[in-house]
């Protein structure tokens, strides 16, 4: 009994994956960095989040300490992420992607799903070429590498996108399916977590092609209606079509850490930092929040928050500084040091499901959407911090705490 898909390509969708995406667009921003080995740095510049291929030559990865980075490879050069810059080129990317079909989902910030069905009359190519053509135009407009997984569904075109990196490519057509999941691992199938595989392993399922062929109804008791997805996928049959709308998410947080310190305007202007950077990706997400927590973490990793409700959903970070000030002096202890800053934005919503007030609350204005339209623009076409508040600039002469007054605001105390 054949369990495979018998044509080539009966649906055709590729998986395109950016090649350590954030130390690659440092080293497009700032060209002599190119071929060097670069880690890119967040939580305060103490975890490594990705590493330029060059310094993974040394053994250095995602989740490690910067200090043991530093260990593995003495000339490693550390950089601290800004992802205002990662979501610009995230952005171009797509708007690349789009030009060779307009079926796209976008699965992270560095990676994408394309349906290509019925594109090569279009295209006048095999759908592998056009692949070829999308990797080439990557590279000629933003500087740097793409690789791409070409395959009847999601689960195969991603798993044969990570089968060469960097700037690879591989084909896995209907016919071919059964010959290369012979060569694979288990821990190659993404979507089969440790505690999935394990469960399968006691099982006698150790292969995919074990997992492939195991009896529908035994896969759903085992992994439920996952499971047989994946074991259609699996097979070449596409039951997990591209999505061009992206869900929309239920929160929006940015938290960041910093070196420990007491002073509230530091303090401060770190949180101001985060609402800024949270507010930008509201707008460039077209969505909205009516609900927003001001969080802080003490040395000892207390978190305090504080409650924020809104009239009206609002995406401009004018609108709520007056509300932000006030959560925060509510939090803020004098003389406790604090180690991280967040802004949660809650209940969000998408701005074009969101039906005109007959009498709205004015607390965000048409002229500050209209502000933070143009200063999105400059910071996207000059830098991401071309343009910021001026609370979040670090000051040479540090303010008086005594302008920290206690301000009443909804406090929730310890949280975590």
Not at 25 to 37: G, M, T
Not at 348 to 357: C, K, Q, V, Y
Not at 364 to 383: H, M, P, V, W, Y
Not at 391 to 404: C, R, V, Y
Request: proline fraction near 6%.
């Amino acid at each position: 009994m054949c369990f495979f898909q018998r044509t080539s390509f009966p649906t055709a969708i590729a998986h395109i994956d950016c090649n350590a995406f954030f130390a690659s667009v440092e080293q497009v921003y700032r060209p002599e960095l190119r071929d060097k080995p670069i880690a890119v740095s967040g939580m305060g510049g103490s975890c490594v989040i990705t590493a330029s291929y060059q310094a993974r030559k040394c053994g250095i990865g995602t989740g490690l300490p910067v200090w043991e980075a530093r260990k593995l490879c003495p000339q490693l050069i550390i950089i601290p992420a800004d992802f205002r810059h990662y979501l610009h080129f995230h952005q171009k990317f797509l708007q690349i992607v789009a030009t060779f079909s307009p079926a796209i989902e976008a699965a992270s910030i560095d990676e994408c799903y394309l349906d290509l069905k019925g594109l090569r009359r279009l295209h006048r190519c095999s759908y592998e070429k056009i692949c070829l053509r999308i990797k080439e135009s990557v590279k000629a407009q933003l500087g740097i590498t793409v690789s791409i997984g070409l395959s009847p569904t999601k689960a195969l075109s991603k798993i044969a996108s990570n089968h060469r990196k960097p700037d690879g490519m591989t084909v896995i057509g209907g016919k071919d399916i059964a010959a290369f999941l012979r060569q694979l691992p288990l821990e190659k199938i993404k979507g089969l977590g440790p505690n999935s595989r394990a469960l399968l392993s006691k099982k006698g399922i150790r292969t995919p092609l074990e997992f492939v062929h195991t009896n529908a109804e035994e896969m759903r008791r085992l992994l439920g209606k996952p499971g047989v997805e994946m074991q259609q996928e699996l097979r070449g049959y596409s039951v997990r079509a591209v999505t061009t709308e992206p869900p929309i998410p239920k929160s929006l947080s940015r938290t960041r850490s910093f070196r420990p310190t007491s002073a509230g305007h530091e303090i401060y202007r770190h949180l101001l930092d985060n609402l800024s950077l949270a507010f930008w990706h509201l707008r460039n997400r077209q969505l909205k929040s009516d609900q927003l927590i001001v969080m802080l973490r003490d040395y000892d990793y207390k978190t305090y928050g504080a409650e924020i409700l809104l009239p009206d959903r609002i995406s401009s970070e004018l609108a709520v500084l007056r509300q932000v000030r006030q959560a925060f002096l509510q939090i803020y202890r004098s003389g406790r040091t604090y180690r991280s800053s967040g802004i949660i934005c809650n209940s969000l919503r998408a701005e074009r499901l969101i039906p005109p007030r007959l009498f709205p609350d004015e607390i965000e204005t048409r002229a500050q959407s209209s502000l933070f339209e143009q200063i999105d623009r400059i910071n996207g076409k000059f830098g991401s911090r071309t343009v910021v508040l001026g609370g979040t600039l670090k000051k040479d002469a540090a303010p008086k705490d005594e302008i920290l007054n206690q301000l009443s605001t909804p406090f929730l105390g310890p949280v975590s």
